[in-house]
């Protein structure tokens, strides 16, 4: 696998369309491959920012949250929040690289992905292309983030193992989470401070298998079970959170 990250010019919120940042620093792209771009630059792009200010942050936190624990309840002050069906504090809102303004996660990711992927399908001529936009967050039991995707089209994002034999011949039930594998290996190589690589192709790909659609809600319903569903249920205590209506 060949993963490379691509250094662009910075981007200031609603200064320039995606396909235009793409028209500028996207100059080759190949069949099976995959573009990823960070939350930042396409809520940036998308026009998702608010002015700096703690207290509409804060509101902020908790219209966007799709559960929300106040920072209260954390010894280091931080909103503990779930978003999309993964922990992301603050609910991915932060001013790190927006000059001044605080950022929102995208509206719409996947929308935007299949937005970008038939972008780079026709300027290229190509028909296997995947895009996927990822943000970073922490995992419980763990320090520091790593990339975590939330959104993505042309590709199957979970590849099922179950009733396949092991090397013994033993029947697996596990699955594969290929999207989150991708999207932990694309953070990585765009950094988390000043490195200015907000984009990332990656090439030769083994085990993903491309398709020229995106998530159906099917899919992403079983990608993403009810929490009372989830094999970390019994020790989630979700009466501290408070639910978005």
């Known amino acids: 696998m060949k993963v490379t990250a691509i250094k662009t010019s910075k981007v200031h919120a609603k200064k320039i369309s995606l396909e235009k940042f793409l028209d500028a620093h996207i100059k080759n792209f190949e069949e099976k491959s995959i573009l990823v771009l960070s939350s930042k630059i396409v809520a940036l792009a998308e026009g998702?920012?608010?002015?700096?200010?703690?207290?509409?942050?804060?509101?902020?936190?908790?219209?966007?949250?799709?559960?929300?624990?106040p920072g209260s309840a954390s010894r280091y002050g931080i909103p503990i929040t779930i978003k999309d069906n993964a922990f992301i504090a603050k609910a991915g809102i932060d001013s790190c690289n927006?000059?001044?303004?605080?950022?929102?996660?995208?509206?719409?990711?996947?929308?935007?992905?299949?937005?970008?992927?038939?972008y780079l399908c026709k300027r290229f001529g190509l028909k296997e292309v995947g895009v996927m936009i990822v943000d970073s967050h922490s995992t419980p039991l763990r320090r520091g983030t790593l990339g975590v995707a939330i959104?993505?089209?042309?590709?199957?994002?979970?590849?099922?193992?179950e009733n396949v034999p092991d090397i013994f011949g033993k029947k697996l039930t596990t699955h594969?989470?290929?999207?989150?594998?991708?999207?932990?290996?694309?953070v990585l190589a765009m950094g988390e401070g000043n490195e200015q690589t907000p984009l990332v192709k990656i090439q030769n790909i083994s085990l993903i298998t491309f398709s020229a659609k995106s998530p159906t809600a099917a899919e992403l319903s079983f990608f993403k079970p009810p929490i009372e569903d989830d094999l970390f249920a019994p020790i989630l205590d979700m009466t501290k959170f408070t639910k978005r209506k």
């Open 48 to 69: 998702r920012f608010i002015k700096k200010d703690a207290h509409i942050k804060e509101s902020f936190i908790k219209k966007e949250a799709d559960y929300y624990l």
């Open 176 to 186: 594969a989470n290929h999207v989150d594998a991708l999207a932990a290996t694309a």
């Open 98 to 118: 927006t000059d001044g303004t605080y950022s929102l996660l995208p509206k719409d990711s996947y929308t935007t992905s299949k937005k970008l992927r038939a």
């Open 151 to 161: 959104g993505w089209s042309g590709f199957q994002g979970i590849k099922a193992y």
